[in-house]
């Protein structure tokens, strides 16, 4: 089981890096050469505030909310470097440079981490010598550049792990769904056999033991006797197949289930209706490869945390849908992936929809006739 993400690795290491910057005021202090009152509450404000935005930034939010945390740690470690002339807290723009190499495109990235260098140019400027400010500007670009080609590098390398889990994911749901598509297979085989075959010879049978109920005595008790047992076995036969008839359709619970159990992060919730069991296994194999869509996209795109499978009957339908909170379909471009589903569920008569949920994240629906 993964740890919490605000107990990861990477976030240890960014709380030592903190903690290093944090106590270097104090250290100052102690060797003669305390900052001013304003300066160090000015300071001690700009610190605590890139604290808690970093750790609220790691919780279960949507993307839109975690950019905008992330964001707001550039100011709050610029007004740190601003009061504590000459320390150590430039160091905290790193720890924002990983986080916008995580959460924001390169581009963006690079565009919001030159708008902050540039202000701390401008406040070194202020506080240094100009030959000694562009060096400790350059300095510090470099430290950003290499943290965050570093966690492009982790981040490329944890989705291509993603993805092999995610298709891995996809064979195990694939095999239980073969499995269970001939189990039905033979359920159904097996029931029209009992009463194809069986009930109707032991329909013929007691009509036979009808016509021949016209004796007395030991003859005619063994014929009724008879006609006793052709009737509890016929009954039985039709509870055999009244059994197996009750288990019509394919049922995706175990596809889904190994599909959930076999993908660490993000977490996966399964709501699966006992009624809702496709009539055959092509709208089985399509709803599965609806939420196997659904699955990829969000490790893929959506940058979720969570994840949520539902498969319901409603009005004659079967609906599946996968929501995610993560960025939302407004970030997703249909691709071969959507467009081949949709083909698919058209074939059995289905219908698919991607929609962004009104509080973050998406939704990938896909419905076919029960």
């Known amino acids: 089981m993964s740890s919490p993400q605000h107990l990861s ?7 030592c890096a903190w903690l290093a910057v944090a ?5 100052r202090s102690l060797l003669g050469k305390p900052p001013g009152t304003a300066a160090l509450i000015a300071g001690s404000l700009g ?14 939010l949507s993307l839109r909310i975690k950019r905008g945390l992330v964001l707001a740690q550039i100011p709050a470690a610029l007004t740190a470097v601003a009061a504590f002339d000459g320390g150590l807290q430039p160091i905290l723009l790193i720890l924002v440079a990983v986080q916008l190499t995580i959460l924001f495109a390169r581009r963006e990235a690079v565009l919001w981490m030159l708008a902050a260098n540039v202000a701390l140019l401008a406040i070194l400027l202020l506080q240094e010598p100009l030959p000694t400010a562009l060096v400790m500007a350059l300095a510090y670009v470099g430290f950003q550049a290499f943290a965050a080609s570093t966690t492009q590098a982790l981040e490329q390398a944890q989705q291509a792990r993603d993805l092999a889990q995610a298709i891995n994911a ?26 194809d075959v069986a009930g109707h010879k032991l329909t013929a049978l007691k ?8 004796g007395s005595g030991e003859a005619a008790a063994a014929l009724a006797a008879s006609r006793q047992l052709a009737d509890e076995l016929l009954s039985d036969v039709r509870g055999v197949v009244g059994a197996l008839r009750a288990h019509d359709g394919v049922d995706l619970h175990a596809a889904l289930s190994a599909l959930a159990a076999s993908i660490p992060s993000p977490r996966i919730t399964l709501a699966l209706a006992d009624d809702a069991r496709p009539a055959d296994f092509a709208r089985a194999q399509a709803l599965l490869r609806a939420a196997q869509e659904g699955v990829t996209n969000a490790l893929r795109h959506a940058a979720a945390s969570t994840l949520c499978i539902e498969l319901a009957r ?7 849908s996968v929501r995610d ?5 407004a970030h997703s471009r249909p691709g071969n992936g959507l467009t081949g589903l949709s083909e698919r569920l058209a074939t059995v008569g289905g219908t698919l929809h991607l929609e962004t949920m009104p509080g973050g994240g998406s939704c990938l629906s896909a419905t076919v006739p029960a």
Do not use: D, I
């Open 325 to 329: 909170n993560g960025r939302g379909a």
């Open 9 to 15: 690795p990477r976030s240890l290491a960014a709380y």
């Open 23 to 27: 106590s270097e005021p104090l250290a």
């Open 170 to 195: 996809e064979l195990l749901a694939t095999r239980a769904l073969l499995a269970e598509g001939a189990r039905a297979s033979e359920r159904l085989h097996l029931s029209r056999e009992l009463h």
């Open 207 to 214: 009509l036979q033991l009808g016509l021949c109920a016209t």
């Open 314 to 320: 409603e009005a004659g339908l079967l609906r599946l």
């Open 47 to 60: 610190l605590c505030a890139v604290l808690l935005l970093f750790l609220a930034r790691e919780q279960s």
